[in-house]
């Protein structure tokens, strides 16, 4: 949509003019443009003859080519412009551990909320001259902190550019913005160099200090003196590198701050936000995540979706608690026999691919074990490797006991500075080459990474699951929704109290769901004092896994390429790999004796699906509309009628 194409600016400097009222206003030279173009995506709704757009943005140069480089011959330089604006909306996730990929990742933060304000006040200004209409009008969510900067953007146009004054364009500003957390990690609550911003941003750095200096004097209203809830609640950190954090210019700034699982929004308040809980008490609420049915049931599993439809028709595909209706077939043999066919069907199209992708052909009487989500070391991929070795190791020593086959599948992606990351990829992939290329295990154990995971991909994953890895250290997940669309297909969860775990737990019911480890109080506690080799020298299992480790057995051409893991569990163990190992494998064990007993396992299967009613994305999105954006509920005419 070339006509609303946006000018978007970066660096220069702040001046003081005159304004309207003849009053001094800041005025921002920008030192740098670059255009925002538009694009329009489609997005149908289900069978109600309603099509919405989502507008997504292009970034490119202002000129194409700087005719003085050129001319003097310096080819180079001419377009360099042109690739540096491009990159912006080019690169997804630059590498941000050095400055420029710092300042890029800045730059496409402020250049998706800058070009979305501009359009959004272009759209309200063409039907509305009163900005006291705009939250009437709009409501902005905070997908976490990435897109704050757009409280700061609003705030300059509506006082720079729209000549509001302070007080109204901020009443405005926290009318129309809500915040969602996802994340109870501490390294991961953003925070910018102020200078960064400042050099990036003038004009931004100035509106950032003075809602700071309001609130802050809000602050010492309440609290007289304590300095400690100054610095906690400050936007501007000062220990270390002046900088800007993010998640309170988000929390200062919203009128509704969520989490998105009930343990989750309990941490914040009771945590990590305690001192903004105290303040705002009345903006914290919980809104569980959720998935669409339709793509994750009706489209990705589209044999187990005819025949749930088969027995109790479509309702379910707009109303998910429909699926409750299913309980009563849970004991019906032949209904069974047909849920573990659709179950078959599904992973012997995974097995393809595992075959075509990895070179594995993989056991179909095996049941399917799968963590897919993205790496990091709070979600514990390192766990299941760690029990890919035990279970190597059980059958080395007892090659002819009566084992349950498994296949154990990984998927999922690093951030590209992540090394740790990058480095339990390499593990899992170097576990599985040893074990896949043993003669000994044969098809009792087999161990794949897929590559590339993606959307396409977990819709072949998630039909074909047998059993759905959800081992994060509890208090670690904010929610999660991997766990929801496994469970949607009928796989069983194995895991621990964390996130929507719990809430899954408490629909499903405690004896259709695998629960082990430390809750998370009692990681809490465990924290101060944690030895991770004192579990070593109680547990025969774990000293031999870390033996091989140690001798370099899955690397043997570079006998320490995974000690950096090792050292890290036995020194460290952040989130208490060892403290929960004991407690997993015996959950494992209990898993693969309820496998034996199929029948069992496909009743549980279906009152998994049953149960799951609760997270769909239908629900979730009726409770911001309802709790966060005021906007009633259009009753849709059935277009089929007409």
């Not at 500003?173 to 990690?185: D, E, G, K, P, W």
């Not at 990895?358 to 074990?369: I, Y």
């Not at 090394?419 to 009792?444: P, R, S, W």
Request: with cysteine; glycine share 6%; net charge neutral.
């Amino acid at each position: 949509r070339p006509e609303f194409a946006m000018k978007i600016n970066f660096f220069g400097h702040v001046e003081t003019v005159n304004g309207p009222d003849g009053k001094h206003r800041a005025k921002w030279v920008p030192g740098e443009e670059i255009l925002a173009w538009p694009y329009d995506v489609p997005i149908p709704g289900y069978g109600n003859n309603t099509v919405n757009t989502l507008r997504l943005w292009a970034a490119k140069a202002s000129e194409d080519i700087d005719l003085d480089y050129f001319n003097h011959g310096s080819y180079l330089l001419a377009v360099e412009d042109k690739f540096k604006a491009e990159n912006i909306s080019k690169v997804l996730y630059p590498n941000d551990n050095n400055y420029e990929g710092k300042e890029l990742r800045l730059k496409q933060q402020y250049f998706f909320v800058a070009a979305s304000i501009q359009d959004i006040i272009r759209r309200f200004k063409a039907h509305n001259k009163d900005f006291k209409e705009l939250p009437n009008k709009i409501a902005i969510q905070l997908n976490d902190t990435h897109p704050s900067l757009a409280i700061p953007e609003l705030m300059r146009v509506l006082i720079d550019e729209e000549n509001l004054g302070w007080d109204e364009a901020w009443d405005i500003c926290v009318r129309v913005f809500a915040y969602t957390n996802h994340t109870v990690l501490p390294e991961a609550l953003e925070k910018w160099p102020a200078a960064m911003i400042e050099k990036l941003l003038p004009r931004h750095m100035q509106i950032i200090y003075d809602i700071n200096f309001r609130f802050l004097r809000q602050v010492s209203f309440r609290y007289p003196g304590n300095t400690d809830k100054l610095k906690s609640m400050s936007i501007i950190g000062e220990d270390g590198e002046k900088h800007v954090k993010m998640p309170n210019l988000a929390i200062v700034g919203s009128h509704s701050i969520n989490g998105v699982a009930a343990l989750h929004t309990e941490i914040l308040k009771r945590s990590i936000f305690k001192d903004f809980y105290e303040f705002y008490p009345d903006r914290f609420n919980n809104k569980t995540n959720g998935i669409t049915q339709r793509r994750w049931l009706r489209k990705a599993n589209q044999h187990l979706s005819k025949l749930i439809s088969s027995k109790i028709g479509e309702g379910w595909i707009c109303d998910l608690f429909e699926l409750k209706k299913l309980e009563k077939f849970a004991k019906d043999e032949k209904f069974k026999k047909e849920w573990a066919e659709v179950k078959l069907h599904n992973k012997k199209k995974l097995a393809e691919i595992i075959e075509k992708k990895n070179g594995v052909k993989v056991n179909l009487n095996s049941f399917f074990d799968i963590q897919v989500k993205r790496i990091h070391e709070y979600k514990r991929q390192t766990l299941l490797a760690l029990y890919c070795i035990h279970l190597y190791n059980q059958i080395k020593q007892n090659p002819k006991a009566d084992f349950v086959p498994r296949t154990v599948i990984f998927g999922g992606k690093s951030a590209p500075g992540y090394h740790m990351a990058k480095l339990i990829i390499k593990f899992i992939n170097a576990i599985g080459t040893v074990i896949n290329n043993d003669e000994t295990i044969g098809d009792k154990l087999k161990v794949v990474f897929l590559g590339n995971y993606n959307v396409s991909l977990a819709e072949r994953i998630m039909p074909a699951c047998d059993l759905s890895e959800q081992i994060s250290t509890a208090g670690t997940e904010a929610s999660g929704t991997g766990n929801m669309k496994f469970a949607l297909n009928g796989a069983l969860t194995i895991g621990t109290l964390d996130g929507a775990n719990i809430e899954i737990k408490e629909e499903v019911g405690d004896d259709n769901i695998f629960i082990f480890g430390l809750k998370e109080h009692e990681v809490n506690e465990l924290k101060h004092g944690y030895n991770p080799r004192a579990y070593l020298e109680h547990s025969k299992e774990l000293r031999d896994i870390f033996h091989l480790i140690d001798i370099g057995f899955f690397s043997p051409e570079n006998p320490n390429l995974f000690r950096p893991i090792y050292d890290s569990l036995l020194n460290i163990d952040n989130y208490m790999v060892l403290a929960d190992f004991d407690s997993y494998v015996q959950c494992q064990n209990r898993v693969a004796e309820t496998y034996r007993d199929q029948k069992k396992w496909i009743e549980m299967s279906i009152l998994n699906v049953a149960r799951i009613g609760k997270f769909s994305s239908d629900r979730t999105i009726q409770e911001y509309a309802k709790d966060i954006w005021r906007v009633p509920q259009v009753e849709v005419p059935d277009w089929k009628d007409k």
